[in-house]
């Protein structure tokens, strides 16, 4: 089926909602989407420290270090595009570090430590289950980070399997590769050219898997990162809770380009950031057409800036006479071909501006909003006169956007040059960017996407065999994957519904083992059992030695006749044995005797009845027995 989802910028038409498109649609417009799920993995110790993993701390701090990031040449002689661009930032890294939880390794003042072996094991085991081809020897790579998340300016990595699949809703679903790493900080604000970290999540083990681009909807990429996570869960081997996983989606439509949404720490937030982004690509693919059309390219964008201070400076618009009191320098950018593309929507309450305003934010480090204004926006900003005066000066028709910025020269020098640097992007379609998703679904700019010169070998640590009959170990005792899961408990007679709960609850675990104890015919059967494990009042930890040890003197009552299935559930201690059936009765018929004289006479006196009698005797005579008494006295 091939359906028309072109988009013709000039018609002002507005952007479909998400919820609105079918998969035929998203198949039209050749949507591909991919995963990079990241989990922190459940050790004591940190990736290549002996520093304690998972020491958090909201506030306070020890010491303070201030770090300027300089961008270096690669093994192959090459410098990455995104290093060069977090240069141009000028930003001071402060780091804020507590005793405990940090040590100069993270700092680089000292060499890493081997591999954490546990942290090793645990991502080995993790790759097994997703059945990843194991490397035979693991290497130790670089990769630079020069946003200053990672004091060293990169992050040590290191492949362990590749080419492997996952199930999924009838289909095979491309596991591309797993690779180990160390976390990288907190951070704690962002503000003009102060960025500030927290340090005790750095350097924690981590396992990033990466997907092959198998999702075609905005829905299905949200399900797959689902049992992606359900599996690492099922491990028992990683972190749970705020922070402990996060997500990179990849998008791309026919014709566009891989867009990276980095930090995604909502499952649910996956669909809207898709579908925005693909309306997104759509968008910035019909300028493209259009300045195409226009015989605007790359080389015709030059820069025409004008310092426009003098102008501006007795505007009426309080927001811009605020910061030209203040010494902030005003330049123009005139960009010729542009006529009637500025606003056009992007995505959902954003117009094509704000991928300029963007990078004056990110680049430049002007983020105080507004921070851009055009000659051709709807908003009310400087007068008509005013505008004319600028339009003449730049040498440009009315019509012609001009796109106005102020503030410190220097980053204003920025700011020009990254309008002009977008706009020429905009000639090429859609830029490889790395962008930040935003709470109301939609995306922004955070930094151009790094390449393969990012990456280099690690010099300081040796290569590490993967061993084959320690793997071989791991293999025979890994845990069952969530649809081996599923498959059991059906086979056991548990209901899909409750099946889906239990394959993701801790209590799992508890569940398989206690499954073999119970006696076919017996008063407890597998749905009961995972009834019970998933109460809510369930009478112990699920997670705790003590509670196996709970359940299994539990079970061996049931078998024997010693408890009541209901007892387990009112969870009281010690549980109750059963009532010998004499003093059962006598105890009902006591209860029966001072029941209220106003309980209904009709068919509902027997339920009525029951109330009371099971508010007393629950767990002490059977339910089935109390049932069948009641409605004898009530006949």
């Known amino acids: 089926m091939t359906l028309d989802v072109s988009y013709d910028p000039l018609q002002g038409n507005p952007l479909p909602v998400y919820g609105t498109w079918t998969p035929a649609e998203y198949e039209a417009l050749g949507l591909m989407v991919g995963l990079e799920v990241h989990q922190q993995l459940q050790t004591r110790r940190k990736l290549f420290c002996r520093c304690p993993a998972g020491l958090f701390h909201a506030e306070g701090h020890d010491v303070e270090i201030l770090r300027h990031m300089r961008p270096t040449l690669s093994e192959m002689g090459d410098y990455d595009g995104t290093a060069l661009m977090e240069f141009k930032t000028r930003k001071e890294i402060h780091y804020l570090l507590k005793n405990e939880s940090v040590c100069t390794y993270e700092m680089d003042d000292a060499p890493p430590f081997e591999m954490d072996p546990v942290a090793l094991e645990r991502a080995i085991v993790v790759s097994m289950m997703l059945d990843l081809q194991l490397v035979d020897e693991l290497h130790i790579a670089r990769k630079q980070y020069l946003d200053g998340s990672i004091p060293t300016g990169f992050q040590r990595t290191a492949i362990i399997g590749v080419h492997g699949s996952i199930p999924h809703e009838g289909r095979t679903i491309g596991i591309r590769q797993l690779s180990i790493e160390e976390d990288s900080c907190r951070e704690v604000a962002d503000k003009g050219h102060l960025r500030v970290y927290r340090t005790d999540r750095l350097g924690m083990p981590l396992i990033e898997t990466v997907t092959e681009p198998d999702m075609h909807t905005p829905e299905e990429a949200a399900s797959v990162c689902e049992a992606l996570r359900r599996l690492a869960r099922a491990s028992g081997l990683v972190r749970t809770g705020v922070g402990a996983g996060r997500e990179d989606v990849n998008v791309s439509i026919r014709g566009g380009t891989r867009i990276e949404i980095k930090g995604v720490s909502s499952i649910k937030a996956i669909p809207r950031l898709v579908h925005n982004e693909a309306l997104r690509q759509r968008s910035l693919l019909a300028i493209r057409e259009v300045l195409h059309g226009r015989g605007v390219t790359v080389e015709s964008i030059v820069d025409a800036s004008q310092d426009v201070t003098q102008i501006v400076h007795g505007t009426d618009w309080r927001y811009m006479q605020k910061h030209v009191s203040q010494g902030a320098r005003v330049a123009a950018v005139p960009l010729a071909g542009f006529e009637g593309l500025i606003n ?292």
Not at 412 to 436: C, F, H, M, S, Y
Not at 501 to 506: E, I, S, Y
Not at 543 to 565: C, H, K, P, Q, S
Not at 579 to 590: G, N
């Open 344 to 635: 056009t929507p992007t995505q959902p309450h954003t117009r094509f501006l704000k991928e300029f305003s963007d990078r004056v934010r990110v680049v430049a480090c002007i983020d105080l909003l507004p921070n851009i204004i055009c000659s051709t926006s709807e908003t009310e900003t400087l007068s008509g006169f005013e505008w004319e005066k600028i339009e003449k000066v730049c040498g440009v028709d009315h019509g012609t956007p001009v796109m106005v910025v102020w503030g410190d020269e220097r980053d204003v020098k920025t700011a020009v040059q990254e309008i002009l640097i977008r706009a020429r992007d905009a000639v090429a379609g859609v830029p490889e960017e790395t962008r930040q998703s935003l709470p109301d679904g939609t995306n922004g700019f955070e930094r151009i996407l790094p390449g393969a010169s990012r990456m280099y070998p690690d010099t300081d640590l040796p290569p590490i065999v993967i061993d084959n009959a320690r793997t071989t170990e791991l293999r025979a005792c890994m845990p069952l994957r969530p649809w081996e899961r599923m498959a059991m408990m059906r086979e056991a007679g548990v209901g899909e519904d409750l099946a889906r709960r239990l394959v993701k609850h801790q209590a799992w675990n508890l569940f398989a083992r206690l499954l073999p104890r119970l006696k076919p015919g017996g008063s407890l059967i597998p749905t009961g059992l995972a009834s019970l494990l998933l109460d809510r009042d369930a009478p112990r930890p699920l997670n705790e030695v003590a509670a196996g040890e709970w359940w299994d003197a539990t079970i061996d009552r049931l078998a024997a006749g010693d408890l009541l299935v209901d007892a387990v559930v009112i969870g009281d201690e010690p549980l109750p044995s059963p009532l010998p059936a004499d003093e059962a009765r006598i105890r009902f018929e006591t209860i029966v005797a001072d029941l209220p004289a106003d309980l209904p006479a009709d068919a509902r006196r027997p339920r009525a009845a029951l109330r009371p009698v099971m508010k007393e005797l629950r767990g002490l005579v059977p339910g089935a027995t109390l049932a069948r008494w009641t409605e004898e006295v009530s006949a």
